[in-house]
């Protein structure tokens, strides 16, 4: 399985108007392929949106988006936003072996969004370290999902967390410090880059 996070900066006071035009359309876009959860900044990059897709592989997710689109006549996807995006950024990624398959649920709604940049050979011992402390640091809050890229680069180890609110993130973080749980003891190194974003899922999000 692959998954597609689609990153989009909308335009300063569009965000009301990104939203109505996406919750126009994702039900019809789901009837071919589901969407795990979109989400908006809170903190950070502001006007910013997240959307992940899971695929089968790259070949499913290339004829998905090349049926919605065509669907009577490119009515069904995709939204009418070019007026309200700046940009957007799509990125691959696989699920890390313990990721749990993101299922529609209410464990937020506050989300953080971890994107780490290691050295690529190193990514095998940070998914092992992940996994050997995964189980402790749940029972603390739960994992949205975490992910790998093995084409290199930047960015390329990403973990999402779900809280009820900001008390109860800063809460488990220290708990899982004071512990000794988290971060994962058996880490290989430190991350190079840290970015961390602070999401909220839009009414539409399977995911809250």
């Given at each position: 399985m692959i998954y597609e996070l689609r990153t989009y900066n909308v335009?300063?006071?569009?965000?009301?108007?990104?939203?109505?035009?996406?919750?126009?359309?994702?039900e019809g876009r789901m009837k071919y392929s589901r969407m795990a959860g979109h989400w908006y900044t809170e903190v950070?990059?502001?006007?910013?949106m997240v959307a992940i897709w899971p695929y089968d592989d790259l070949d499913q997710r290339i004829e998905v988006r090349h049926l919605v689109e065509s669907v009577d006549c490119g009515t069904v996807w995709p939204p009418q936003s070019g007026?309200?995006?700046?940009?957007?950024?799509?990125?691959i990624y696989f699920p890390a072996p313990f990721?749990?398959?993101?299922?529609?649920?209410?464990?937020?709604?506050?989300?953080?969004?971890?994107?780490?940049?290691y050295p690529p050979e190193a990514i095998?011992?940070?998914?092992?370290?992940?996994?050997?402390?995964?189980?402790e640091r749940e029972k603390l809050s739960p994992m949205a999902?975490?992910?790998?890229?093995?084409?290199?680069?930047?960015?390329?180890?990403?973990?999402?967390w779900a809280y009820s609110s900001f008390e109860e993130r800063l809460r488990v973080r220290k708990d899982a410090q004071d512990r000794g749980v988290w971060p994962p003891?058996?880490?290989?190194?430190?991350?190079?880059?840290?970015?961390?974003?602070?999401?909220?899922?839009?009414?539409?999000?399977p995911m809250q």
């Open positions: 335009r300063t006071g569009k965000v009301p108007g990104y939203h109505k035009a996406f919750a126009e359309k994702i950070r990059h502001l006007n910013q007026n309200v995006i700046g940009d957007m950024k799509s990125e990721m749990k398959p993101m299922e529609p649920r209410k464990i937020g709604p506050l989300y953080e969004m971890r994107i780490y940049s095998p011992t940070v998914i092992d370290a992940f996994a050997d402390a995964i189980t999902g975490c992910w790998y890229s093995d084409f290199g680069g930047v960015n390329n180890f990403v973990s999402m003891p058996k880490a290989p190194m430190p991350p190079s880059a840290q970015v961390t974003k602070i999401l909220w899922p839009a009414a539409f999000s």
